[in-house]
């Protein structure tokens, strides 16, 4: 696997050939393919520890307490670090969302991503039903946007930190209170005066 990864993390998938694995790993070529059927089933198996720490990260957002707020900034934040933990892992991850045709797309979508995603959704829906989300926005888009805002924010902050008036280009913290802040006011349904 970690042989796999470190070929598939820099060059292309058809660029890797099952036979420069198995001589990265220093095993035979049918020792390989004794444990991995084929060089996608292997791929996918690359993907989905890439991917692994997403359910865990689930897991402790949804077992957290506390206002919508911070919910959403832990949802975004331990998302953000853990694309900072294992930049080469992310790399790979979005290389493949980015660059897959429709059939691998479906592949990934289904066999990797679908069940954390789906939950996520089921997450801010649940919040949805008890009031502290509005009703009216789509649970789907907004991790959408959470995703688009860290995928922007590990690729380019390079940049931005560069760039005048950035403040939050060295520091995740920031960036996550931020994003949560702008969430909110967007989310979050508008409390009346108290009795």
């Not at 058809?14 to 694995?21: K, R």
Request: include cysteine; hydrophobic fraction near 45%.
């Amino acid at each position: 696997m970690h042989a796999a990864r470190k070929l598939f993390s820099n060059s292309p998938y058809s660029a890797v050939s099952m036979s420069a694995i198995a001589e990265e790993a220093g095993v035979s070529k049918a020792n390989l393919y004794h444990h991995f059927p084929s060089k996608d089933a292997l791929f996918m198996a690359v993907l989905r520890c890439a991917c692994s720490d997403s359910a865990a990260l689930l897991s402790q957002v949804s077992g957290e307490s506390g206002d919508v707020r911070r919910s959403l900034k832990s949802l975004a934040l331990r998302q953000l670090h853990n694309m900072q933990a294992d930049p080469e892992g992310a790399r790979l991850v979005l290389r493949e969302i980015f660059d897959s045709g429709p059939e691998r797309g479906k592949l990934l979508a289904e066999q990797i991503l679908r069940d954390n995603f789906s939950a996520k959704v089921r997450m801010l829906r649940s919040a949805q039903n008890r009031g502290e989300l509005k009703a009216d926005v789509d649970p789907a888009f907004v991790l959408f946007m959470i995703s688009a805002a860290n995928i922007m924010y590990f690729q380019s902050r390079e940049v931005m930190k560069h760039l005048p008036d950035v403040t939050f280009a060295e520091d995740a913290d920031r960036f996550g209170d931020l994003m949560a802040d702008f969430l909110a006011c967007w989310l979050v349904p508008e409390r009346g005066p108290g009795p």
